[in-house]
């Protein structure tokens, strides 16, 4: 089932949560919006799922405008941040109820809910604590019944609101990538709201960036990454060095600068490097260089953080991988010089 | 509110480790709390029931089986009965409204939801009176049409109803707004419709508050006096709840009938100590113990 959102806008009192909103997802499709808290993304969910109503603007599933109906008449898969799990329900009686309680004459019978609500247990890997209560279970465990309950009623859309972002780091990862195996075998049609740009990146088939309101951009994760549309999408989705630059120190060509157009004003435009696309030498080679001060060295991690002052007061941060560390034989204090392999402005 | 928090204590206990006083303070508070309390609380408990059998089993239970007695118990139960069940619609309603929506004058609703609680009694009393007495606003009215309230039972049935109203809407709003809307929503996503939503998922979450608020409601809807007194007429065997009848008996001289009537509105204090204790427990048992567990679990996973 496709989802078309047109022309949507929501405020909230004097704040405009979403602000003439287009969006499109294909069938069978896993969609991830990404952005700020405040930036509506999920509003912009919450009005797909008939949660919220919008105050302009249209919702299509699968080409039909449901915006007049309700949540119950939607019929789409929800799955909320902290579980939103029935309490005084078992986990069984929770993955059941919406087949429970669907009128007599669309109800399965009784033996075959029973069979369905195992079959997702397993799915979940949760059929040893049926009986349990949700207090009773771990984080993980809690958002993959929510999980079996919303996939109980077969939704033909599955909505997932920062469903791992109550969760410690360790157990999002690993819930994740089952997310991504799981959507692969059913391939419903989904929704992912998140504010974190690896989930975003590593999971869906094409992420949304939202920001205040409206999408800055929509593609794959490749697309976004490397050609991003603007500079907030640039910033949201890894770290970088900000130059409020004095091209001339970079003595930059335009191939340096990328395709896009300067930004800022004429004589000081912004420009973007991520730290670990930033070179470090302890010589001057090539054109485009700053001499700048090793300030702090953290070797902790998968590549080496360097944090570099330059002589006009920047400062800068650079990755380089560990090989290049010991290579380098950097010291706090030293002086080197930095030149950027892609350099981007907008 | 205090009540709230004694459940809201109960439901999640707070683990302060065990301080260590000197002997001669600990000694002191307690036998000071427990002193107070004897004088204050117990002795005249027991003394209700000692003047009650003052003069044998047979005179207290011919004080109660007295037509008139009956007929105080019958019309108590039959205003608690009433105001019960108008108190659940109206305390559902109010808190619900309170706790899911945002509408202009709700913190004016809030307000007035305690209002019962601030007047003094006797005046709650007299609003009926102004309204539906005689003299009244709707007075005329009622004479024309024949129809009773003031001075008859359902006037006692306004007045008990009135000054019991903030009781559990004041249980359910707290428990509403802290159990939050996200179970339900997650209910309407899965196809419910509105009423299974609330049978199924909101009314058993708010099920121990609920008897809690109404436990509370009957027990001072039984024992109020001052509403009901200046509604009441005092007509002897037909407006009398117990509370009024007990006064009756006691300006009377009969002492033995007075505290034996007394000690039925005296033993239904006690029952209804007793079943608050059996609520706060088992909803300490159902909400209290099983978080502990799941931490330890995540821990270990």
Redesign the interface.
Same mark, same amino acid.
């Given at each position: 089932m496709t989802i078309e959102v047109r022309n949507l806008s929501k405020s909230f009192a004097a704040f405009l949560a979403l602000d003439r909103v287009n969006l499109r997802v294909e069938t069978g499709e896993l969609v991830a919006l990404l952005g700020p808290s405040g930036s509506g993304k999920t509003t912009l969910l919450r009005v797909i799922?008939?949660?919220e109503f919008p105050d302009r603007g249209e919702v299509l599933l699968d080409g039909r405008d449901m915006t007049a109906q309700? !949540?119950?008449a *939607? *019929?789409? &898969?929800?799955v909320?941040q902290?579980y !939103?799990?029935? *309490?005084?329900m078992t986990v069984f009686e929770n993955v059941a109820? &919406?087949l429970s309680?669907?009128p007599r004459r669309e109800r399965p019978p009784t033996s075959q809910i029973q069979a369905r609500v195992w079959k997702l247990l397993k799915l979940v890997q949760l059929d040893a604590q049926a009986d349990r209560?949700p +207090?009773?279970? +771990? &984080? &993980?465990q809690r958002q993959r019944v929510?999980l079996a *309950? !919303?996939l !109980?009623?077969e939704p033909k859309v599955l909505l997932l609101d920062e469903p791992f972002g109550a969760l410690d780091a360790k157990v999002r990862l690993e819930l994740r990538r089952w997310l991504r195996r799981l959507h692969d075998e059913l391939r419903i049609t989904s929704v992912l709201v998140t504010h974190d740009q690896e989930e975003a990146l590593e999971v869906a088939d094409r992420v949304a960036i939202m920001n205040r309101g409206h999408i800055e951009q929509v593609g794959t994760p490749e697309e976004v990454y490397h050609r991003p549309a603007s500079a907030f999408v640039y910033e949201f989705l890894g770290n970088f060095n900000l130059f409020h630059a004095r091209l001339n120190a970079w003595q930059t060509g335009s191939d340096a600068l990328g395709d896009g157009p300067l930004g800022g004003s004429a004589d000081r435009p912004i420009v973007y490097v991520r730290p670990h696309l930033l070179h470090i030498e302890r010589r001057p080679c090539g054109q485009n260089r700053v001499v700048a001060r090793v300030e702090r060295i953290n070797s902790a991690g998968p590549l080496v953080k360097v944090q570099l002052a330059t002589d006009t007061g920047e400062t800068l941060e650079a990755a380089i991988s560990h090989d290049r560390y010991a290579e380098l034989q950097l010291r706090k204090d030293d002086a080197v010089y930095v030149s950027p392999r892609e350099l981007k402005a907008f | 509110m205090a009540r709230i928090a004694t459940l809201q204590a109960w439901v999640s206990p707070s683990g302060a480790a065990p301080r260590r006083d000197p002997a001669w303070v600990r000694w002191t508070l307690v036998g000071t709390a427990v002193g107070l309390m004897g004088l204050f609380l117990v002795l005249p408990l027991a003394a209700v029931f000692a003047y009650a059998l003052e003069k044998g089993v047979a005179a207290y239970l011919a004080a109660i089986c007295e037509p008139e007695a009956w007929s105080a118990i019958k019309l108590t139960l039959l205003a608690a009965g009433f105001a019960g069940p108008l108190n659940l619609v109206f305390g559902l309603a109010a808190s619900w409204a309170v706790a899911r929506f945002d509408f202009p004058g709700k913190s004016l609703l809030l307000t007035l939801i305690d209002i019962p609680f601030t007047i003094s009694p006797v005046i709650s009393g007299m609003l009926f009176v102004l309204l539906f007495g005689a003299q009244g606003w709707f007075g005329r009215w009622l004479t024309d049409h024949d129809l009773k309230i003031i001075f008859a039972a359902p006037g006692i049935i306004l007045a008990t109803t009135f000054v019991t109203l903030p009781f559990i809407a004041r249980v359910l709003i707290p428990q509403l707004e802290s159990t939050g809307a996200e179970e339900e929503q997650a209910a309407l996503t899965l196809g419910a419709s509105g009423w299974q939503m609330f049978w199924r998922v909101t009314l058993p979450n708010l099920k121990w508050a609920l008897l809690y608020g109404v436990i509370q409601a009957n027990a001072r809807a039984m024992g109020e006096f001052g509403a009901v007194s200046v509604v009441s007429g005092h007509i002897r065997g037909v407006t009398n709840t117990l509370p009024l009848y007990v006064e009756i008996l006691y300006d009377d001289y009969q002492l033995v009938p007075a505290f034996a009537v007394a000690s039925l509105l005296t033993g239904l204090a006690l029952v209804t100590l007793v079943v608050k204790g059996v609520v706060e427990w088992k909803a300490s048992r159902e909400h209290g113990g099983a978080p502990e567990l799941a931490s330890l679990e995540e821990r270990a996973a």
């Open positions: 799922a008939g949660l309700n !949540a119950p *939607r *019929r789409v &898969g929800f909320f902290h !939103a799990l029935f *309490r005084h109820f &919406g309680i669907k209560y +207090s009773q279970l +771990s &984080g &993980g929510a *309950r !919303a !109980a009623v | -």
